[in-house]
């Protein structure tokens, strides 16, 4: 079974650029979440999708950060203008249906705001 | 609401000796208690999961966690550390409302001396 898939690994942007992540789950995860990991942290969520839907996106500085996930697969988590305390690793994760079965993460995208 | 507390954000051992990573959370509801594991430059992997039944659970690469109710404690254990265990853990709470959303704690980093 492959694993969730993110690209780029690596990013640096100057502030006031935009930038855009991509986030493909693994094959059956209605559940899929974005996370922010600032450097000596924990993951932080920043938005739920189930399916095509929103569950949650309380924790999204909605502001400059937009996420889509327009086919219920694929997701893209924008930033748009970056700040420099934007620099964090930004994670997918995706879960079965199933409650209690913990999330499957993926290697995630680093991102450099200079 | 529901929190995480890592104790040590940083512990070392010698390789052979004992890894105890402690973990405390706060829950309304009865929990689900995971470590995640994460080596450099890598996602979260899941070692292990507390949700229902026996309170001592096995994960993989050796690590066990004990859920204790009294103490709400979660510790995080293996009695030989080996080179590979050297990485980040963290520890992260869900429950049966949360609709599977984690609440992780800051991470604890292992180091383990030759």
């Known amino acids: 079974e492959a694993g969730v898939a993110q690209s780029p690994r690596y990013k640096i942007i100057e502030k006031r650029q935009s930038v855009a992540f991509w986030c493909n789950p693994i094959?059956?995860?209605?559940?899929l979440y974005w996370y922010q990991q600032i450097l000596g942290q924990g993951p932080k969520l920043l938005i739920q999708?189930?399916?095509?839907?929103?569950?949650?996106d309380s924790q999204l500085p909605k502001d400059r950060f937009s996420a889509e996930r327009l086919k219920g697969v694929d997701s893209t988590l924008k930033i748009q203008p970056a700040k420099l305390e934007d620099s964090a690793v930004y994670l997918c994760?995706?879960?079965?249906?199933?409650?209690?079965?913990?999330?499957?993460f993926g290697p995630g995208t680093r991102l450099t705001v200079t | 609401a529901q929190s995480v507390t890592q104790l040590g954000s940083h512990v070392s051992v010698s390789e052979g000796a004992l890894v105890l990573l402690r973990c405390n959370y706060s829950?309304?509801?009865?929990?689900?208690l995971f470590w995640y594991v994460q080596y450099p430059n890598q996602g979260l992997q899941l070692l292990l999961k507390?949700?229902?039944?026996?309170?001592l659970v096995k994960g993989i690469n050796g690590f066990e966690a004990e859920f204790k109710k009294s103490e709400t404690s979660f510790h995080l254990t293996k009695p030989s550390a080996h080179m590979s265990d050297a990485a980040e853990y963290f520890c992260?709470?869900?429950?049966?409302?949360?609709?599977?959303?984690?609440?992780f704690g800051k991470g604890t980093k292992l180091s383990v001396k030759p």
């Open positions: 829950s309304s509801v009865p929990p689900y």
């Open positions: 094959s059956g995860h209605a559940t």
């Open positions: 992260a709470v869900s429950s049966l409302g949360s609709q599977g959303n984690l609440i």
């Open positions: 507390y949700t229902t039944g026996a309170t």
């Open positions: 994760a995706t879960r079965t249906p199933r409650r209690g079965r913990g999330q499957y």
């Open positions: 999708f189930q399916n095509n839907g929103v569950v949650d």
